[in-house]
């Protein structure tokens, strides 16, 4: 009870010190609306079904696209770590895409596929591969040979091996690569929503912040990264059970 | 004299580092081993001892000479050669009684048979009580022994065994022996067991082989006529010291070759 409560004082003072600094004049309340108004107009936005409208929209995308990326992505890379000619042809491409940062394509992709959700679907796909890629080659590149000869005297076969040894034991990096595929999904889903749709917690905060509603911004601001915190803890929750394995 | 059962012929392996000069890690190397015979092999670091083991099991591929389970030759790893490395390399997600378990998935019994064997193996390896739990809440010598019932549950015709107790305290090691001792006592399995460890290898085998610095050729058998059944008992007698002796002289010869202290 005490350690929360160390844990979040500062949390607490900041929001007290923001209310504060607001109310007091220290800065414009146009620019920095008070936390009390900014809970308010959340309050507002929620009760009248609107945030749950861009909420929806938001995690719709977001999970089919970084969904998406996990079944490609590992597929990807245990094919990579399994073959070597599937390494030569595929690996430029990932070294030439690794780089980019995938935001920069935001508005090819809203042209080549228009303003629904395919674009951000498309966006976080591509945004969360790499990582994901990454992982599971890294993973699987990195069983140990007596684990996979231990198998196979056992009476597995190659394929057999694959499933049961090799993609089981890459799974503390290629659920590493997954985290961090998931905070990039978030800034990816934010970004290209605010340039690109009618709907979303992305849409939602620029169209506020446009229309001078700054505290419906924060509002929305803080609802996405409520979400995000939601997401990580939850991630990190099953990231635990999958692995308990190794916290002896 | 009893049947061949598993026949090195000239085998030779050269080893291709991914960066690097090819390293010569075998030359013309042949050795027999009888059905029920438990040989070890000794030798310095880099003798290729653990190649040897390893070609066997079909873990590498073999590019001269041929290798012979049964008069069948060894192509690629199978259930017929049971294995136990140095680091247990035990499954670390699945609990005890699944990794004695996994072995047994593709033979042809119902869930009650293979609960039943896999019990047995793990009372066997006095693991008792233990069969639900993690690998990495297990010590060494307990991780081995999981690995020891988790080969043996599959009843391998030979048992080849990689320095097993070589990552172990030396309390724990002399306990495995002992019960690898009484083990083999049981089941009788043709053993070939690569060891650093002379005290060890006299220990448990009938004829220990000595091998030279790389490349690894065979450099003198030396029969080990003790009685058996035995146990630690057998260490203090006059016999097993002139073992040891004559078996340390042959490999320390080898170790300052490998050294590049004498040629």
Same mark, same amino acid.
């Given at each position: ?248 | ?40 092999? *000794?030798?310095?670091? &880099?003798?290729?001892? @653990?190649?040897?083991?390893? /070609?066997? #099991? !079909? ?65 066997? *390896?006095?693991?008792? &009580?233990?069969?639900? @739990?993690?690998?990495?809440? /297990?010590? #060494? !010598? ?65 004829? *220990? ?55």
């Amino acid at each position: 009870m005490k350690k929360l409560a160390i844990r979040y004082l500062p949390i607490a003072l900041i929001i007290l010190f923001w209310e504060f600094a607001s109310r007091a004049g220290l800065v414009s309340q146009d620019v920095l609306p008070a936390f009390s108004a900014v809970m308010v107009r959340l309050w507002e936005l929620s009760a009248g079904g609107e945030m749950l409208v861009h909420v929806s929209a938001s995690l719709l995308r977001i999970s089919s696209g970084l969904g998406l990326g996990i079944i490609v992505g590992s597929a990807l890379g245990f094919l990579l770590a399994a073959s070597i000619t599937a390494q030569r042809l595929i690996q430029p491409t990932l070294t030439f895409l690794y780089p980019l940062p995938k935001s920069a394509l935001i508005p090819v992709i809203i042209i080549w596929l228009g303003f629904g959700n395919s674009a951000q679907i498309m966006v976080i796909f591509l945004g969360s591969l790499l990582p994901i890629v990454l992982g599971a080659y890294n993973g699987a590149k990195g069983v140990e040979n007596t684990l996979v000869w231990s198998a196979r005297s056992l009476g597995a076969n190659a394929i057999e091996t694959e499933y049961q040894v090799i993609i089981r034991a890459a799974l503390p990096d290629l659920l590493a690569g997954i985290r961090v595929a998931l905070a990039l999904s978030f800034v990816l889903l934010i970004s290209s929503e605010m340039v690109g749709a009618q709907q979303g917690m992305g849409f939602l905060v620029a169209f506020l912040g446009d229309g001078g509603d700054y505290a419906g911004m924060f509002a929305g601001a803080f609802v996405i990264s409520a979400i995000g915190f939601a997401a990580d803890r939850a991630y990190l929750a099953l990231y635990h059970h999958l692995l308990r394995y190794r916290e002896a | 004299m009893t049947n061949t059962k598993i026949k090195f012929e000239n085998v030779e392996f050269t080893y291709i580092p991914p960066s690097g000069r090819p390293v010569r890690a075998l030359e013309r190397l042949s050795l027999d081993v009888a059905e029920n015979e438990f040989v070890s092999i *000794v030798g310095p670091s &880099g003798c290729g001892k @653990s190649t040897l083991l390893y /070609l066997l #099991g !079909g873990f590498l591929p073999l590019e001269h000479g041929e290798i012979t389970v049964d008069g069948r030759k060894v192509s690629k790893p199978g259930p017929d050669r049971g294995i136990v490395f140095q680091h247990f390399a035990l499954f670390p997600w699945k609990t005890v009684r699944q990794n004695v378990l996994y072995g047994l998935e593709r033979k042809k019994m119902d869930a009650a048979q293979r609960d039943e064997l896999a019990q047995k193996y793990i009372d066997l *390896v006095k693991l008792t &009580g233990f069969e639900d @739990s993690w690998p990495a809440q /297990l010590s #060494g !010598g307990m991780k081995q022994r999981v690995a020891i019932a988790r080969t043996l549950v599959t009843d391998p015709d030979v048992l080849l065994m990689d320095e097993p107790f070589g990552a172990l305290d030396a309390q724990t090691r002399g306990i495995l022996q002992e019960e690898l001792l009484a083990i083999w006592g049981l089941t009788r399995k043709t053993v070939l067991f690569v060891t650093h460890d002379v005290h060890e290898a006299v220990l448990l085998s009938d004829r *220990v082989i000595v091998m030279s610095a790389r490349p690894g050729r065979i450099k003198s058998t030396v029969n080990i006529d003790l009685p058996r059944p035995r146990n630690s008992e057998v260490t203090r007698s006059q016999n097993f010291a002139s073992y040891c002796d004559e078996i340390w002289g042959l490999v320390r010869e080898e170790a300052l070759v490998a050294s590049g202290i004498k040629t």
